[in-house]
């Protein structure tokens, strides 16, 4: 056996170790992870003279995009790339990455978006029938930058890759809360990005019309408080989404959710005004009058109107939670029903419904709305989206109607990345058969804006709507949620790149609630604070739409890093009793059980921090348990009794909320507890 001295072996060791990391497919930070990929060996390194070229028949898009792309590039490496601007007179032969595309795409449901990645050490090529597919390559491109001690390279790969659904959308109500038009477009930026491809603008609702109407002008004049896009900002928009290859569907929510039409337009609805725009959350009564030919008259108008501004073929109709009130005390309307032999108020909301439909027809527009528009007499070409669970997405798609899922994508519920990513709209076991399957279109993450304002949408949205994309992209057997973290937090960090504001808000949030003292005691507590989850953020605060979203709670993160990271670390020791790893454990314990004393100076200075002080109590001595269980533990011994009945008091203790937080790593004490104690 050949001899190695110590320094040689080492150094093997770390060649080895290095070249694996560059080699491992696992390694790649993509998402959503490609069809087929395959690395290969070798490296393209970049530098200053890094040229970009396009063949085919591009057209303003794709020059547009392929320069965006190559500044993003400039702007992360700091190369000084002496191409400025890819154009058609500035499309060199020699390019180091040619772009080829046969043909500009058309941004429209069910289009073209495969492309293929071709990477060695002399050149790059990303090859795709049309923009849509090399725009997307890009993207992916962009993912897999990487650097190592000789500068920036892209490793030698192949990629082929296309969407598994071709409906990937991301809902944004524009209504509860206003979203200007740079949020707008940040998020339309971002979805690009992890490949999305439809945005869904939530645009009418009781707290807000948002949209400008030349015809109707009273809907923004009284419907909007002063907050709604211009038609200008609209078309805009809607260019800047078709740039990105993303497909703009717009919402006009009717016959319910509806209060802020009627604070303009009292007449349609189904019981006298006035109307106020509505402040409060919730499902409220005013609904339109579906009897009156003068509501098709006033609703065909509008969406005459917002035909001009929206190409996209799909239109939203809404349809959700009309809870029928006004339709049951309204003498007329229960007479029209008896003589037209309508039996139930969804009876009614079918033929409402059905005369939308014609207006929709006329104006060459499919109709789309939730799961309530479903009834046995509306026709099989409308678009069902699935939100009040998945049997309804499964019920239409029997039905013989196409359908989108958002039942498991309410991103409003800060729920788990894990919990959406794991949540197929077609699982392996799915009932549904072949025929059926092709029905369903894909799927879209629902941003409800009750409790988010501009300040913290991207904080809700990003990054678990990335895992979502992921979901709606890539093959349905990748289900490995470690590895899914890993890369999702890479994404996060380049998901900055476009302004979002998922990151860097955060210390700002906290700033203010120290009233610009120390932030770092409340950055170690609200680390492992989560929002209250589901609904029940709604019932324990009197939530106006005025009311201040700036607190602690709007502060913590939906999925604490912080607190996953630990529960990890928890299931390792438990599983190894590696010193090391409870090294880790404890030292990050000791920090959470000193914290408390320091926080509450801050908490003293600042009142708005009052609501989180018993919380703040409640981690350190939780964390006080969790150090006492690991050193039970480590010895080997189980624990006394006297101590077991202390432990779950603190543990019951902890599990309760405070100003509608709750600490994340609970659940990890208490399996640390547990483990003593059984
Ligand atoms: C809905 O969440 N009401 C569609």
């Known amino acids: 056996m050949r001899k190695y001295s110590v320094l040689t072996l080492i150094f093997i060791i770390v060649i080895t170790s290095a070249t694996y990391s560059q080699s491992s497919e696992n390694q790649l930070n993509l998402m959503p992870w490609p069809k087929e990929l395959k690395l290969i060996d070798g490296k393209f390194r970049i530098d200053t003279n890094f040229l970009v070229g396009l063949k085919g028949d591009g057209d303003k898009r794709i020059f547009a995009a392929s320069t965006k792309m190559l500044r993003r590039l400039d702007a992360r490496t700091g190369l000084f790339f002496k191409q400025d601007f890819i154009t058609p007179e500035n499309n060199p032969d020699s390019a180091n990455l040619t772009i080829i595309c046969a043909e500009p795409g058309v941004v429209k449901l069910g289009a073209d978006e495969s492309y293929v990645i071709n990477i060695d050490s002399l050149k790059i090529e990303i090859i795709a029938p049309n923009d849509l597919g090399a725009m997307h390559g890009m993207e992916t491109l962009l993912q897999l930058l990487n650097v190592d001690e000789k500068g920036y390279f892209f490793p030698a790969i192949n990629i082929i890759d296309e969407p598994r659904f071709p409906w990937r959308g991301l809902m944004i109500d524009a209504c509860r809360h206003f979203m200007p038009v740079d949020v707008i477009k940040r998020n339309l930026d971002a979805m690009a990005s992890v490949k999305l491809n439809v945005f869904h603008w939530h645009l009418s609702e009781d707290q807000g019309f948002r949209v400008e109407s030349k015809l109707y002008p009273k809907l923004q004049e009284l419907g909007s408080d002063g907050l709604y896009y211009t038609q200008e900002e609209i078309k805009n928009i809607v260019q800047y989404a078709s740039d990105r290859g993303i497909r703009v569907v717009p919402e006009f929510d009717v016959p319910g959710h509806a209060t802020s039409w009627f604070a303009a337009y009292p007449e349609f609805a189904s019981a006298p005004g006035p109307y106020k725009i509505e402040r409060k959350w919730g499902v409220f009564d005013p609904t339109f009058d579906p009897t009156q030919k003068a509501t098709y008259k006033f609703l065909g108008g509008v969406f005459g109107e917002m035909k001009n501004l ?21 003498e007329s309307i229960q007479k029209f029903m008896k003589e037209k032999n309508i039996k139930d108020n969804h009876e009614l909301q079918a033929f409402f419904n059905n005369n939308l439909l014609k207006i929709l027809t006329l104006l060459d527009k499919k109709m789309v709305g939730w799961d309530e528009i479903l009834h046995e007499q509306m026709p099989k070409d409308i678009v069902i989206q699935s939100w009040r669970g ?289």
């Not at 929206?310 to 309204?330: A, C, L």
Request: no cysteine; hydrophobic share 35%.
């Open 310 to 330: 929206f190409p996209d073929e799909y239109f939203h109709i809404g349809g959700d939670e009309n809870n029928g009130k006004q339709w049951n005390e309204n």
């Open 390 to 678: 998945k049997d309804a997405m499964i019920k239409a798609a029997k039905e013989g109607y196409k359908s989108i899922l958002s039942n498991g994508y309410y991103i409003d519920l800060v729920q788990h990345t894990d919990v959406h990513y794991l949540n197929d709209p077609l699982p392996e076991d799915s009932p549904l058969t072949f025929e059926e399957r092709k029905r369903i279109l894909g799927g879209e993450a629902t941003m409800w804006a009750e409790l988010i304002t501009p300040e913290t949408i991207d904080s809700r949205i990003w990054p678990r709507t990335a895992a979502i994309a992921e979901r709606f992209w890539s093959p349905g057997n990748l289900t490995d949620v470690k590895n899914m973290f890993h890369r999702l937090d890479r994404i996060s960090f380049l998901l900055e790149e476009h302004g979002l504001l998922h990151l860097k808000n955060y210390e700002m949030m906290l700033r203010r609630l120290t009233n610009n003292n120390d932030i770092v005691p409340l950055k170690v507590l609200v680390d492992v604070l989560e929002p209250l989850k589901g609904y029940s953020r709604h019932s324990g605060a009197e939530y106006r739409q005025q009311s201040p979203y700036t607190r602690v709670v709007d502060a913590a993160r939906p999925d604490s890093k912080v607190g996953r990271e630990f529960e990890n670390i928890v299931e390792e020791y438990l599983s190894t009793k590696n010193p090391e790893t409870l090294d880790a454990l404890k030292s990050k314990l000791i920090v959470w059980q000193n914290n408390h004393n320091k926080l509450v100076p801050i908490i003293n200075l600042s009142p708005v921090l009052k609501e989180i002080e018993m919380i703040s109590l409640n981690l350190s001595n939780l964390s006080q348990v969790g150090i006492e269980a690991l050193n039970l533990l480590r010895d080997g011994n189980k624990a006394p009794v006297k101590w077991i009945n202390k432990a779950r008091a603190l543990l019951e203790e902890a599990k309760k909320p405070y100003g509608q937080t709750e600490i994340r790593v609970t659940k990890a004490i208490e399996t640390l507890v547990f483990s003593v104690t059984e």
